[in-house]
């Protein structure tokens, strides 16, 4: 009988960050002024070893959870499903509609994310997303995932992803 046995390998490096500019929505009326963090990210996924004496090879997820936070770093990440902001673009730039305000940013400064809120617990699982639609799972016989962001010491929220 094959070995059922997972083994978890755990990604966590000081380079897996991105700095980018954000504010939490709390109500159709209150929200955090705009500020910034240095987002972290680390990863860990289980799988069978393979007869190689490896699960997969960990250099190719970590290229890819960098290339992943790249796209994300020095930006304004604002949320394109919250149902208490609207966003136009009008000549080169983002319009931020939030209740009686009009926040406009460049548009080359912004990115527009598929999330309800720009919080920690909306991009782990865009983020884990992202990663799981980049791995070969399949080909690999990974059988968990489970990304966490933190937007400061301490304060990190995870999603994770397993096979059925
Ligand atoms: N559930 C969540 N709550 C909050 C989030 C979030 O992502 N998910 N984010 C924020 C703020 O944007 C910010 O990240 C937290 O600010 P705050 O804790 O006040 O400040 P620090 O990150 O600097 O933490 P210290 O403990 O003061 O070092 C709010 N809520």
Same mark, same amino acid.
């Given at each position: 009988?094959?070995?059922?046995?997972?083994?978890?390998?755990?990604?966590? *490096?000081?380079?897996?960050?991105? $700095?980018?500019?954000?504010?939490?929505?709390?109500?159709? $009326?209150?929200?955090? /002024?705009?500020?910034?963090?240095?987002?972290?990210?680390?990863?860990?996924?289980?799988?069978?070893?393979?007869?190689?004496?490896?699960?997969?090879?960990?250099?190719?997820? *970590?290229?890819?959870?960098?290339?992943?936070?790249?796209?994300?770093?020095?930006?304004?990440?604002?949320?394109?499903?919250?149902?208490?902001?609207?966003?136009?673009?009008?000549?080169?730039?983002?319009?931020?509609?939030?209740?009686?305000?009009?926040?406009?940013?460049?548009?080359?400064?912004?990115?527009?994310? !598929?999330?309800? /809120?720009?919080?920690?617990?909306?991009?782990? !699982?865009?983020?884990?997303?992202?990663?799981?639609?980049?791995?070969?799972?399949?080909?690999?016989?990974?059988?968990?995932?489970?990304?966490?962001?933190? $937007?400061?010491?301490?304060?990190?929220?995870?999603?994770?992803?397993?096979?059925?």
């Amino acid at each position: 009988m094959a070995d059922q046995t997972l083994t978890r390998i755990e990604i966590s *490096k000081d380079y897996l960050n991105f $700095s980018a500019g954000h504010f939490t929505i709390f109500s159709a $009326s209150e929200r955090e /002024n705009l500020h910034g963090h240095n987002f972290q990210v680390r990863c860990s996924v289980s799988a069978h070893v393979g007869a190689d004496g490896m699960a997969f090879d960990y250099v190719v997820l *970590k290229r890819i959870l960098r290339e992943l936070c790249d796209a994300l770093d020095e930006r304004v990440l604002l949320p394109e499903l919250s149902p208490h902001l609207r966003l136009e673009h009008q000549e080169g730039q983002v319009i931020a509609l939030f209740a009686d305000e009009r926040i406009g940013f460049l548009e080359r400064d912004v990115l527009l994310l !598929p999330v309800r /809120n720009v919080t920690i617990e909306e991009l782990a !699982p865009l983020l884990l997303t992202r990663l799981r639609d980049r791995i070969e799972i399949a080909d690999r016989g990974i059988r968990c995932m489970e990304l966490g962001v933190s $937007s400061g010491a301490g304060q990190w929220a995870y999603a994770c992803w397993e096979s059925d």
